[in-house]
């Protein structure tokens, strides 16, 4: 799949550590998984996360203040 391009390795930590780190400070309930997730939206606007996880990603931001869009199966009206 990484050779036909249809999966990207995206090495995140390295050039967005000091982006997850603020994350990390700003949400005490927020893991490193979510940090990367909250960082990947913000690299690609336009990809939904599909998650269960609702209660913690309806409160987490982007870096311009906006939502991270979801997805979440067994949820309606999840705004994005």
């Known amino acids: 799949m990484i050779d036909a391009g249809a999966?990207?390795?995206e090495p995140l930590v390295?050039?967005?550590a000091a982006r997850m780190g603020?994350?990390?400070a700003d949400y005490t309930q927020m893991?490193?998984?979510d940090a990367t997730l909250v960082v990947?939206?913000?690299l690609y606007p336009?990809?939904?996360l599909v998650t269960l996880d609702v209660r913690d990603f309806m409160i987490y931001r982007r870096i311009d203040g906006t939502p991270v869009p979801i997805i979440a199966p067994g949820h309606s009206q999840i705004p994005t």
């Open 7 to 9: 999966l990207v390795l």
């Open 40 to 42: 990947l939206s913000e």
């Open 22 to 24: 603020r994350l990390l």
């Open 31 to 33: 893991d490193f998984g």
């Open 46 to 48: 336009r990809a939904k």
């Open 14 to 16: 390295q050039r967005q």
